[in-house]
C-alpha cells in the first residue's frame, strides 16, 4: 500500500516532515500492516569504525535541509520511489498482510483514513490492493443496481406487449427479482465459471 504526501511548496519544510515521519511510525499500529517505511527513516552508514549513520534528513535541523535535499534528489535510489523530482511529494510504504480479504481490507482503509485525518496534510492520494478492493465494490454495487433497473424496465415493457396483464407483469418481475437474489447469494458462496463470464467486473474482486 503506497500513501503519497503533496505539497506544493515542497517538502522540505519542518512541520510537514515531522507529520510525515510520526505517520510513519503510528501507521506500524494499523491492522494488518507488517512494515512501514518512508525517506524520513533512511540514513546513510559513516565511513567510520563504529557503526554509525549520519540521517537522510536531519528533522531536527531546518538548517540542514536545503544540504539533505540536493544529497537526496542526486540519489537515484530515493528519486521516483520516495520523492519526486520536485521535492513536492513524499511516498510512504506500507506493507500489509499477503492475503487481506474484502472485509479486512474496509477495516484497514477505515483505520488508514481515521490516522490520515489527525494530521493536517494538505494533500493525500492513496494506492494499493486494499484501497481499490474497497472501491471495486462501489463499482460493483453500482453496476448492479443499474442493471437490475434496467432489466426491469425492459421486462416489465416485453410483458406488458405480450400480455398487457398487470398481474402477469408483478408475477414475472417477482420472479426475476427471486432468481437475482438466488444468483447473488450463490455467487457470495461460489463463484462458478459461467458467473464468470456473465458477471467479469463482479468477479474482479476475487481473493
Known amino acids: 500500500m503506497l500513501v503519497a504526501f503533496k505539497r506544493e511548496a515542497g517538502v522540505f519544510d519542518s512541520a510537514f516532515l515531522n507529520q510525515v515521519h510520526d505517520f510513519t511510525l503510528r501507521a ?11 525517506l ?11 557503526p554509525l549513520h549520519n540521517p537522510a534528513i536531519h528533522l531536527q535541523q531546518p538548517s540542514r535541509y536545503e ?11 530515493f528519486v521516483h520511489n520516495f ?5 513536492t511529494t513524499l511516498l510512504v510504504y506500507m506493507k500489509t498482510a499477503s492475503s487481506m480479504t474484502l472485509d479486512a481490507s474496509k477495516e484497514y482503509i477505515n483505520a488508514l483514513n481515521a490516522l490520515i485525518a489527525e494530521y493536517d496534510l494538505p494533500e493525500v492520494h492513496k494506492m494499493g490492493r486494499p484501497y481499490f478492493q474497497k ?14 433497473i434496467v432489466s426491469g424496465l425492459l421486462v416489465s415493457l416485453v410483458m406488458w406487449l405480450l400480455f398487457r396483464r398487470t398481474w402477469g407483469i408483478i408475477i ?3 420472479s426475476i427479482g427471486l432468481g437475482m437474489l438466488l444468483f447473488m447469494e450463490n455467487f457470495g ?3 462458478t465459471g459461467t458467473q464468470r463470464h456473465f458477471s467479469p467486473s463482479l468477479c474482479l474482486n476475487d481473493h
Not at 506500524?28 to 518512508?38: D, G, K
Open 28 to 38: 506500524r499500529e494499523l491492522p494488518y500492516v507488517e512494515a512501514t517505511q518512508s
Open 40 to 50: 524520513t527513516q533512511f540514513s546513510y552508514p559513516l565511513k567510520t569504525p563504529l
Open 67 to 77: 544540504t539533505d535535499k540536493a544529497r537526496i534528489l542526486a540519489d537515484e535510489r
Open 83 to 87: 520523492i519526486n523530482e520536485d521535492a
Open 135 to 148: 472501491e471495486l465494490v462501489r463499482m460493483q454495487q453500482r453496476e448492479i443496481i443499474m442493471s437490475a
Open 172 to 174: 414475472s418481475l417477482v
Open 189 to 191: 458462496s461460489n463463484r
